[in-house]
């Protein structure tokens, strides 16, 4: 019993870490890298950044699917001569994707700008390094081998992290280089990760598992679709921009976009804690911690936005050149308070409650919602800003139709989320009127007044959550 205990508190430890140093390399690179680029060669390599973060739709749902199915197994338990053949699967797959893109490449190549040409190559060439590395990668974290698979992702980081160490020292300030640098990283890191599961990779398999790979994509799909929204509707916005808008504008928008990611990825790490301890709570008890966790964690992400004046104060001081991307940052920092909202809480409870199919219609609903704002603020206005406003709608409303499907599901009174939604909206017209404010000036003043709004609107929820934890503590202590 203790060296399972021993043995979760390492796994515990090592997934947190590893995922808070990719955050920190995340940050560091952020604003490293757009100084040392020009504007660009900053908006080129963000060319390859918006559309490979859609490389795990190319395994089709595959590797969720097998997620599902397998997700109880331990390593000693896996049927590996089946395993051996998803693994077959898996490099034909990615084969067949990579050949049909590289096609379409060559036989669109002499409409687009080289500099684009080259980017799209890339993509092409990184697709299965990055699928096929989450193919294992998932298998030693369903196999509860999280403490290798953590090795990676050190190792990723650290290689990152000597990429633009490298760069700065040497001045190859071309969005060629990171790329190129990048594609390395992403093949080590490929095959390491094979090598860690070469018992998968290599040896005799069973012949025939078409009747079970279709299942599995078709169980996986939806499931892999849900976790990609988020990234699909700042996706879609920034599609948008780098295809109707000039280069340097797509470097702003970019630039602003990069900032909100690293936060959405602190949200997700957070998201995989909340599930396995929601589960085990009393069905009883859902409507209300339902409401506890939605204010709780309203009043959290309003005081994140805070980071945008640290992001604002930085690009002032540090980045010059990219003082047109703080609108853009402000305008699209407001969808953290939702997106938080939505993942930590409905995204949740919509698998606790086993809700798969209003997951993925919700989530289909978010997508096209997107879509269509985005399309009537380009015909309307014309202008990037405009699209980064209707991002924002589109999470609005995506957070509201959720709450309500919540709110009828579990009978909620609905003066709790009255007050809820007051307090978030209070609080973003003040985010909001304070942008033309001096930027420590904002920061404090928007911090007191977020304060006061929070604690008139949740003072209840403020001395519930004290009263817990003061249980929690008095319990670990007994």
Request: charge should be positive; proline fraction near 1%; hydrophobic fraction near 55%.
């Amino acid at each position: 019993m203790k060296k399972i205990k021993n043995e979760n508190t390492k796994n515990v430890f090592m997934v947190i870490s590893s995922n808070l140093l990719t955050i920190l390399i995340a940050l560091f690179t952020g604003f490293v890298i757009p100084k040392q680029l020009s504007v660009a060669d900053y908006a080129y390599y963000h060319v390859y950044m918006l559309y490979i973060a859609y490389a795990g739709f190319l395994h089709f749902g595959f590797v969720n699917g097998i997620y599902l199915k397998y997700g109880k197994y331990n390593e000693d338990e896996l049927p590996i001569d089946k395993f051996r053949k998803f693994s077959k699967i898996m490099f034909a797959m990615q084969g067949i994707v990579v050949a049909l893109l590289a096609v379409i490449l060559l036989l669109t190549f002499r409409k687009m700008d080289s500099n684009n040409v080259i980017a799209y190559a890339f993509i092409i060439i990184n697709i299965p390094l990055i699928n096929i590395k989450w193919f294992y990668s998932s298998i030693n974290q369903f196999t509860k081998r999280f403490v290798i698979d953590s090795y990676v992702t050190y190792l990723q980081n650290i290689l990152t992290l000597l990429m633009v160490i490298c760069i700065v020292v040497t001045h190859w300030y071309y969005f060629e280089v990171l790329l190129i640098f990048t594609t390395a990283i992403n093949a080590v890191c490929m095959v390491i990760v094979m090598w860690q599961n070469k018992n998968i990779v290599w040896g005799k398999s069973i012949l025939n598992v078409k009747e079970e790979c279709v299942g599995l994509i078709k169980s996986g799909f939806f499931l892999m679709l849900s976790e990609f929204v988020g990234i699909i509707i700042l996706g879609i916005d920034s599609i948008f921009v780098q295809n109707l808008f000039s280069i340097e504008e797509f470097a702003m928008y970019s630039f602003a976009v990069s900032i909100i990611t690293v936060i959405y990825t602190m949200i997700s790490t957070v998201s995989n804690l909340i599930y396995p301890y929601l589960v085990r709570v009393d069905e009883n008890r859902y409507a209300e911690y339902y409401c506890l966790m939605s204010d709780v964690l309203s009043v959290i992400s309003i005081f994140s936005l805070l980071a945008f004046y640290v992001a604002k104060f930085i690009i002032d001081i540090w980045l010059d050149k990219y003082t047109e991307s703080i609108a853009i940052t402000a305008i699209l920092f407001g969808t953290v308070i939702f997106r938080s909202l939505i993942m930590l809480v409905c995204g949740n409870y919509f698998k606790v409650l086993k809700m798969i199919k209003e997951y993925t219609q919700n989530n289909v609903f978010a997508i096209c919602i997107s879509f269509l704002l985005d399309l009537l603020a380009y015909l309307f206005f014309h202008d990037y800003i405009y699209i980064a406003i209707a991002s924002l709608i589109s999470f609005i409303i995506w957070y509201v139709v959720t709450d309500w499907i919540f709110i009828r599901r579990l009978n909620i009174p609905l003066n709790g989320c009255v007050r809820r939604y007051v307090c978030i909206v209070f609080c973003l017209i003040a985010f909001y009127a304070l942008l033309k404010v001096e930027t420590i000036v904002s920061f404090f003043v928007y911090a007191v007044l977020a304060l006061l709004i929070c604690v008139i609107c949740f003072k209840p929820q403020f001395v519930k959550v004290i009263e817990i934890l003061k249980g929690g503590i008095k319990k670990a202590r007994d």
